[in-house]
């Protein structure tokens, strides 16, 4: 397999780093790999480098981790890309309470964020383009309309359609190759939303047609259970007031279940794969409660698509962790790694 190319920029006088596998990092010019600095993407160019996935597997020692926080963006943002044309592009969209990238990072840790540090690498990933697109899914006032699936929705196919290159400047011109969204818990239902959105907007239709494949992890699906996932997504994600817990509530539920219920007629030109939890999430830990009560954030029967052609697997972690992997030899990690090549070479976009 080839090698690829970071353009990730030490600091002076810092060795170069260990990869996450604990293996040391190796040249490469296949994927160019970016990674913005917190607030704002960087443009600069480095020569630090990532390992391919040959790579011995390890632990990564503390002195080797990425001392740089990981981004909260507010964008949708570009952290790899193949150096010639793109034959799939990838974007990972967080939840309720998440962010763009921490969502996909074990313990927020920078050199556990996979869809950047590990997926590139992969055999079979060397053409693919890959986004993560981040929005303000948090409460902070009794007037935040944080919920806002629709808004969100819309916001991500405007950047989609209009998404420049960081670095050149030139169209990315997202919608010429095929889509495929993996999305964890609430992230499901913008991903949802934008699909249904573009399909019926002649501005974002070639985007909507470009949507081959969607990975779901933990997203709630049945209309019936709507309200209870998100009651459990609210409780195990914020801490906010009685009031606003159930206003919020109320205010949500039945557009949950209007974007389930108007996707189902769509799933058929779609491959599809929703993952499940099965360990229970401690609610309101940020109470730091001992023994604190423990929930199945969306059940089992609600993050299954029961349809024709749709694949279903479960995964052992509660509802955070099911996006989070300890490393490359994470069983999870494997699982999910395997659905997104299988929905690549379904969708004949493999490299």
Known sequence: MRKFRNILKPKAGKKRDQASDGTESGAADNHVVLRPSVGQPSTEPSEQRLPPPSSSLGTVSREAADPEPLPCLLDLTLIARPSGTPAVDIIFVHGLGGSSHATWAKERKPELFWPGKWLPYESGMEKARIFTYGYNANWSSTESNVLN??????????????????????????????????????????????????????????????????????????????????????????????????????????????????????????????????????????????????????????????????????????HHGVCKYTSRQDPNYGKVLNMILEAVQANDVSP
């Open 149 to 318: 699936i629709g808004d969100f929705a819309m916001d991500l196919l405007g950047l989609m359609e209009f998404m420049r290159d960081p670095v050149t400047r030139e169209s990315l011109k997202i919608g010429t190759v095929p889509i495929m969204f993996v999305a964890h818990s609430m992230g499901g239902l913008v991903v949802k939303r934008a699909y249904l959105n573009a399909l019926n907007n002649p501005r974002f239709r070639q985007i909507g047609t470009a949507v081959r494949s969607m990975i779901f992890l933990s997203t709630p699906h049945t209309g019936a259970d709507s309200a209870s996932s998100l009651k459990n997504l609210m409780s195990v994600s914020f801490f906010i007031s009685e009031k606003q817990f159930v206003n919020s509530l109320q205010r949500n539920s039945e557009t949950l279940e209007t974007i389930n219920q108007d996707f189902r007629h769509f799933t058929h030109k779609l491959f599809i794969a929703s993952f499940y939890e099965t360990r229970e999430t401690p609610i309101f830990p940020h109470l730091g409660h001992i023994n604190p009560t423990k929930v199945r954030v969306v059940e089992k029967d609600s993050s299954r698509l029961m349809w024709p052609g749709v694949v279903h697997m479960s995964l052992d972690a509660d």
